[in-house]
């Protein structure tokens, strides 16, 4: 499994937020979202292949119970199977962060699920291959299904303007019977001005619906730094 970092921090998004946690980031992703904070894990990724026992004897150099799977996108990888198996048997909660285009039959405490919108894709111009490669891969709603109905899970949509907002309605219908306080809207943005410029719309919406508002508390903490 490719990884390109493993690091203690908290969380700063979704239902577990303030939670100290071990990250796992796996490097390599099936989409390339223009506005990923992460391009070392997926639009040029980063790091070596490490076997279950190397990731372990990482994670357990902290004393933590909760570790997050993150990426890149982790499901492209089967080794996540007995890594999950082997963090569950020694008693640690698992977040799985996925775009819920693929399926893995894995074991997980919290599914975290951010399908990705149409306007996620790249520049056509700049990337021609990735945006038609994107758009045709990003949208699964049978996969984000088959995921959230095996699993506790958070829906995370990464909102950039107020037009996505007509788009979550949509999905969520499509997608259909989904608890609204599982569904979190998120400000896209590695910035806190423009976090705080899309909160004084985007917060409204989620109390109007029933939703809850998802701020990225990390940037907040620590700005948008690697490896927290």
């Given at each position: 499994?490719r990884i390109?970092?493993?690091?203690?921090?908290?969380q700063?998004?979704?239902?577990?937020?303030?939670t100290?946690?071990?990250?796992?980031?796996?490097?390599?992703?099936?989409?390339?979202?223009w506005?990923?904070?992460?391009?070392?894990a997926?639009?040029?990724?980063e790091?070596?292949?490490?076997?279950?026992?190397?990731i372990?004897?990482?994670?357990?150099?902290w004393?933590c119970r909760?570790v997050v799977?993150?990426?890149?996108?982790?499901?492209?990888?089967a080794e996540?199977?007995?890594?999950?198996e082997?963090?569950?048997?020694?008693?640690?909660?698992?977040?799985?962060?996925?775009?819920?285009?693929?399926f893995?039959?894995l074991?997980?405490?919290?599914m975290?699920?951010?399908?990705?919108?149409?306007s996620s894709?790249?520049?056509?111009?700049?990337?021609?291959?990735?945006h038609h490669?994107?758009?045709?891969?990003?949208?699964?709603?049978d996969?984000?299904?088959e995921?959230i109905?095996?699993?506790?899970?958070?829906?995370?949509f990464?909102?950039?303007?107020?037009?996505?907002?007509?788009?979550?309605?949509?999905?969520?219908v499509?997608?259909?019977?989904?608890?609204?306080d599982r569904?979190?809207?998120?400000p896209?943005?590695?910035?806190?001005?423009?976090?705080?410029?899309?909160?004084?719309?985007?917060?409204?919406f989620?109390?109007?619906?029933?939703y809850?508002?998802?701020?990225?508390?990390q940037i907040?903490?620590?700005?948008a730094?690697?490896?927290t």
């Open positions: 499994m390109a970092e493993i690091y203690k921090s908290t700063g998004e979704g239902l577990l937020t303030g100290p946690s071990v990250f796992i980031r796996a490097s390599g992703c099936n989409l390339r979202c506005y990923c904070d992460t391009p070392f997926s639009w040029k990724p790091g070596i292949d490490l076997g279950v026992d190397e372990m004897a990482q994670v357990d150099e004393d909760h799977i993150t990426g890149g996108e982790p499901m492209l990888f996540l199977i007995p890594l999950c082997e963090l569950r048997r020694q008693g640690r909660h698992v977040t799985i962060e996925t775009a819920g285009t693929l893995l039959p074991e997980c405490d919290l975290s699920v951010s399908p990705k919108f149409a894709a790249p520049d056509r111009q700049a990337h021609h291959r990735w490669r994107h758009n045709e891969t990003r949208h699964r709603p996969i984000v299904r995921l109905d095996q699993h506790v899970y958070q829906l995370k990464v909102v950039d303007t107020p037009d996505d907002l007509s788009e979550v309605q949509q999905y969520l499509e997608l259909g019977s989904v608890e609204a569904v979190l809207l998120m896209q943005g590695v910035e806190q001005p423009d976090l705080l410029r899309r909160e004084e719309w985007l917060r409204p989620c109390l109007l619906h029933g809850v508002f998802c701020p990225r508390k907040e903490w620590y700005g730094l690697r490896g």
